[in-house]
């Protein structure tokens, strides 16, 4: 019995520390773009014939591709190339807004190859209904990819409102409560494609994989501890800190969007009186600059076309936007004193109206006195920073993570 137990230990320690490594040498190929053997082995610290044996595996999981030949300079044979396959392993990520679906399949090495967008409005359809537009949407895409030789591998969700375990708890733009989102989806995915292999379906809040998708594809600088924002119809939020996301005890840390800036204010969807979004949100944005909000995203358009030519209120509608905004932002930065502050979604391209408002109000607010400190710490996100493609990403990285996990079955 005791030499059983001994080979069954001895059994997952050998595949644990294979796992390892072949992730170890996944990542370093990623990190380095072009790479030879004799580099990794000298990056992880692993023998030349170690690392030619996990290469070779991951070169049979379509992982890591060949090319060329390159010379160090020093005797010897010159090394093959190794870099990111382009063909193999692909993620999937599925936003689902308001007014929207957006689907976006990445390669490992981040790329977007295939996005589709559809506009329409989710408002009062029933979950099942707008899970299943998704869900069709979805496999014209991963049609799409098979054209490329990728392969996806899962799908990952990003919804508004409050999302844990599959389930968005509460969406109140979406008018959603309880609604077992990856099962549904998941469901009506299977159904389309019969004779294929069923795909994991992941989730998370889109703010979150927005903020994912800024850290891994933005032109962050090395910052690692950021607060998010995205707006949209509502305010969406999300806090990185060294890299990893807060999440809070029950995983809906970043609701800054329902931070109440006054208690008599207008009445929220989620049932509180003045919330942010009540100021800062799209709709309240359109309105407060005499657009009509059904305009959506076109009115947003309208509204830096407005503010660009100097329309007095349009541009009072985004300086006070902005004003409310760095009041909620600077209580966020004097609770977790982030590096940075990220505005993305419709604030990207409305900063150049909102940034000096906020940035007053984060100046005069901000305890420390170091706001400013080695320069301005709030910033527009880039424009890899989108939920759609943060949400594929987190597929990726789970690939990078565990690549055998991934393997044709």
């Known amino acids: 019995m005791k030499n059983n137990l001994t080979s069954q230990a001895s059994k997952a320690g050998h595949e644990s520390v294979r796992r390892h490594n072949l992730s170890l040498v996944l990542r370093t190929v990623r990190d380095e773009g072009e790479v030879t053997r004799a580099r990794v082995a000298s990056l992880v610290g692993l023998t030349r014939a170690a690392v030619s044996s996990l290469v070779e595996e991951l070169l049979a999981l379509d992982c890591l591709s060949e090319s060329g030949k ?28 308001i007014d929207y679906v957006s689907v976006c399949a990445v390669d490992l090495t981040g790329t977007d190859r295939v996005r589709v967008t559809e506009h329409t409005d989710h408002r009062n359809v029933p979950p099942a209904e707008v899970l299943a537009h998704a869900a069709r949407l979805t496999n014209r895409v991963i049609a799409s990819t098979r054209e490329q030789e990728l392969r996806v591998v899962g799908v990952e969700l990003a919804l508004p409102g409050l999302v844990s375990g599959g389930v968005v708890r509460q969406a109140p733009n979406l008018g959603w ?8 989806f998941g469901q009506a995915l299977s159904t389309l494609r019969p004779a294929g292999r069923a795909l994991a379906v992941g989730s998370d809040n889109e703010a979150n994989l927005a903020a994912l998708a800024e850290l891994w594809f933005g032109g962050l600088g090395g910052v690692r501890t950021f607060l998010y924002l995205t707006g949209e119809i509502g305010v969406g939020g999300a806090l990185v800190v060294n890299g990893e996301m807060l999440r809070g005890a029950h995983g809906f840390a970043g609701e800054i969007g ?3 800036v006054d208690p008599e204010g207008p009445l929220c969807r989620c049932g509180a009186h003045g919330c942010l979004e009540q100021y800062a949100g799209r709709a309240a944005l359109l309105r407060a600059s005499g657009i009509d909000p059904a305009m959506g995203v076109r009115g947003i358009a309208e509204l830096e076309q407005r503010a ?31 590096e940075a502050v990220v505005l993305g979604g419709i604030y990207r391209s409305l900063m150049p109206w909102l940034e000096g408002p906020a940035d007053a109000q984060l100046t005069a607010r901000v305890v420390s006195g170091r706001w400013h400190e080695n320069g301005s710490r709030l ?31």
């Open 70 to 97: 390159t010379s160090s300079g020093s005797a010897g044979r010159p090394g093959t190339v190794l870099k990111l396959s382009r063909t193999g392993p692909a993620g999937l990520g599925v936003e689902i807004n």
């Open 258 to 260: 329902h931070v109440v």
């Open 379 to 409: 910033r527009a996100s880039s424009l890899s920073g989108d939920a759609a493609r943060g949400a594929a990403a987190r597929v990726v990285h789970d690939v990078l993570g565990n690549p055998a996990a991934f393997a044709v079955r």
């Open 177 to 184: 409560s309880r609604v077992a989102a990856e099962g549904i």
């Open 308 to 338: 660009a030519a100097g329309e007095k209120r349009a541009v009072t509608a985004l300086r006070e936007a902005g004003d409310r905004l760095g009041v909620v932002l600077a209580g966020a930065v004097n609770l977790f004193d982030p």
